[in-house]
């Protein structure tokens, strides 16, 4: 169904905007890569292969795929509340101390089926808890959201940082992190998951954490869209006025959308502590918070927005990693560059080509009614 005259149907905001954004991105990472005498063709080609060309390259794609699910599903819950949340990568890391706190203490007494439910259950818990004191802090006190979980990262960083050394860490190891968790303490991996059914494939770090990224995806959606939780929500985030005279509270509503969403980042700890490194260690999180940010952007904060530009991410960073391998003038600064490019046109310069586009579609979809005038 066509759009009403003077109206952007939305497809145009949802997948045109976004594509060109990328689009652009590429154009100057092309132009870069060119300038260092690297054939822009090429890039793409090895970028590609690196990605998807083979069984341990999809493994590894959907594995960064994974935690950019997580943390951009954390950055859409919060904004459809009109709340920037920041904090992703400090909700992310203390998440995953949850994590790791609970399988250490219970991995020698429990099975894999009673530990994984608990691990979800303090991944959420710690990833709610870190979260909920920013947003009780704006709710009720007046702080901006956007600070408060920024200075919160560096507090989890720096808190992490103080139980590694001085709390968590295996007795004699000269390493900042914990004893190897037991058998029962581990996320299986992919290629194990699959070797029970007859299929071999390459080893990688892909566990059943995305599948766990799949279900909170499926969640979220119901959640926003179809409970009054979520309704509360997205009346908030469209006009706190109007949700204050229809009867909800925005304090309340603020408290609810930021600990969904640290929730939701603290299952990174599920995918990195529990299902890739099987211990506590420092920076496991890798910036996955951040990038999340620009996830939740290119995405229109929709679920199947979310998971089309995490796998976009995570093209970007198995396939990067590959193109510095295979190219010697590529180096790792480079494919960080490029990833910072999609960043910066997906998320600062999200909306820099929203008036031209829409004003081009106007002008051709006025020209379409006058043709069509003309010939009837």
């Not at 890039?43 to 959907?62: K, P, R, S, W």
């Not at 203490?105 to 004191?133: C, Q, R, S």
């Not at 991996?189 to 070797?195: D, Q, S, T």
Request: proline share 4%; hydrophobic share 55%.
């Amino acid at each position: 169904m066509s759009a009403p005259a003077g109206t952007i149907p939305r497809w145009v905001d949802v997948a045109l905007i976004p594509l060109v954004n990328i689009a652009l991105a590429f154009l100057v990472s092309g132009v870069i890569l060119w300038f260092i005498d690297v054939d822009p063709v090429f890039a793409v080609e090895v970028i590609l292969y690196g990605a998807f060309g083979y069984d341990v390259a999809i493994g590894y794609t959907l594995y960064y795929t994974t935690n950019f699910v997580f943390t951009g599903l954390a950055v859409a819950v919060a904004f459809h509340a009109g709340l920037f949340n920041i904090g992703g990568e400090g909700q992310a890391y203390i998440g995953g101390l949850g994590v790791g706190l609970g399988i250490l203490a219970l991995d020698p007494y429990l099975p894999f089926f009673v530990l994984f439910p608990l691990a979800l259950l303090l991944a959420a818990a710690f990833g709610a808890a870190w979260a909920a004191i920013p947003a009780h802090l704006q709710a009720y006190r007046g702080s901006h959201i956007v600070i408060t979980t920024i200075m919160f990262n560096f507090i989890a960083a720096a808190l992490m940082v103080y139980l590694m050394v001085n709390v968590l860490i295996q007795p004699g190891s000269m390493s900042p992190e914990s004893r190897e968790f037991a058998q029962s303490g581990q996320m299986p991996f992919m290629h194990e998951v699959l070797g029970w059914f007859g299929f071999q494939v390459g080893a990688s770090p892909l566990n059943l954490s995305v599948i766990w990224a799949a279900a909170c995806c499926v969640v979220v959606w119901a959640f926003i869209w179809h409970t009054r939780w979520g309704y509360a929500i997205r009346t908030v985030g469209a006009n706190e006025t109007a949700a204050v005279y229809a009867g909800i509270d925005p304090r309340k509503v603020t408290m609810l959308a930021m600990c969904v969403s640290g929730a939701l980042a603290g299952f990174v700890g599920i995918n990195e502590v529990m299902g890739v490194h099987h211990r506590l260690l420092l920076n496991f999180t890798a910036g996955y918070g951040f990038t999340g940010i620009a996830v939740a952007l290119m995405g229109r904060n929709h679920p199947v927005g979310i998971v089309l530009a995490s796998l976009l991410f995570g093209l970007l960073y198995q396939g990067g990693a590959e193109l510095a391998f295979e190219e010697p003038k590529v180096t790792r600064e480079m494919v960080v560059t490029i990833q910072g490019l999609v960043i910066l046109f997906s998320g600062a310069l999200a909306f820099m080509m929203k008036g031209p586009i829409e004003r081009l579609y106007l002008r051709v979809a006025r020209a379409g009614r006058r043709a069509a005038a003309q010939e009837s």
